[in-house]
């Protein structure tokens, strides 16, 4: 039995850190898993393409979770085993979403692989994998924003202390990415010092209720610059070309979104920086079986 699935990568609208709330919009980039499934050998295993000591636990967890709630159909062997193999155009710890990518392309692939797709829904299929999440301890909030975002494409936001989508709207950006060579774990971040910024989350939230999603960016990257330390240059000198620009998740990527002609005069900046750009555009399928 095997199963094949790919997820988006995500950019930040609203980080979650200061209040439980959150936005995040799917960009063209993605992770894709395939699992095999397994009725003989036990045990779930799980590896990165090009990371060797890569943290696997997420991924594995994920098939676990969806095997003991699916793998059990009547008159047919139990699935007792399963390996799961990821392969991203997504740098980790970047703050592009990567593990939510990663854990979003498992769980669908594993219902792939169990021909399961239709019983689950797509938000519960994130769920899922933001409570894999939680367990294995990847995530400080559940980054339920960054997950059905993945999943379900375009833009959404979320209450992620209940799981709940509260908007999902589809929009067409091109979007620019910067990634520095250096790594961010979300799970490190300084929650404390984040919630001291909540009164600017909460103006980033109504901004992006109301569908302001490119001036919330803004608000949200200065204001998660000062509470995470990172320099907002980045932001400041994109912002006369760039309709929103913002620090992503807890960095250390930036992304701007806007108009392609404009987003090429940042990117000309952004590459004298060290580490990568990358000029895409917004996604709005979600996550889907290959």
Known sequence: MEGTAAAPAAGTVLNALATGRGSAFAIDEYTTATVSLS??????TGEIAGAPDGDTRLV???????VDAHGGAVGTPPVVGGHVRTESDVPMAAGLKSSSAAANATVMGTLDALDATDRMTR???????VMAARDVGVTATGAFDDASASMLGGVTVTDNDSDEVLSREEVDWDVLVWSPPEQAFSADADVERCQKVAPMARLVEDLALD????????????????ALGFDAEPI???????GGVSLSGTGPSFTAVGERTALEAVKERWDER??????TTTQTEGTQTV
């Not at 594995?60 to 969806?66: G, H, K, S």
């Open 39 to 44: 009725t003989a050998d036990e045990g779930f």
């Open 60 to 66: 594995e967890r994920c098939v676990e979770y969806v």
């Open 123 to 129: 938000e519960d299929m994130a769920r899922l994998g």
């Open 211 to 226: 569908s302001d999603y490119q001036r919330a960016m803004t608000v949200n990257g200065l204001a998660f610059c000062a």
């Open 236 to 242: 400041v000198e994109s912002m006369t070309d760039a």
């Open 274 to 279: 060290p580490g990568t750009t990358l000029l």
